[in-house]
């Protein structure tokens, strides 16, 4: 299967990746992205291992989620031979407000 980044979760992963690099230096930002990326790319082989999103459970598509660090998360739905990643949300955020987007 095919992974795709949503734009929505281009710009969230890039901006936490710009904290990250601002805040803990460039090491930090290589490592971090690299788990992103690593989770990201299990997804093509493994698409259903995420669970399902309870706070998109009401909606139309099956969302699911994959942890990449415990302040992070991956969010995406299984779509005919592609896998799309809708958003990437920081877990230390009001969880309503992250939802709100989607």
């Keep these: 299967m095919t992974v795709i980044w949503a734009e929505r979760a281009e710009q969230a992963l890039h901006s936490v990746e710009e904290y990250i690099k601002r805040d803990?230096?460039?090491?930090?930002?290589?490592?971090?992205?690299?788990?992103?990326?690593?989770?990201a790319g299990q997804l093509a082989s493994f698409p259903h291992y995420g669970k399902i999103e309870p706070l998109l459970a009401h909606r139309q598509k099956s969302y699911r989620s994959v942890v990449v660090t415990k302040?992070?998360?991956?969010?995406y739905y299984v779509e005919s031979e592609r896998?799309?990643?809708?958003?990437?949300?920081?877990?230390?955020?009001?969880?309503?407000?992250?939802?709100?987007g989607l």
């Design 24 to 39: 803990f230096g460039e090491q930090a930002r290589l490592k971090f992205m690299q788990k992103a990326e690593a989770t």
């Design 71 to 75: 302040q992070s998360k991956l969010i």
């Design 83 to 100: 896998i799309v990643i809708a958003d990437f949300w920081e877990c230390r955020r009001e969880p309503e407000s992250l939802a709100q």
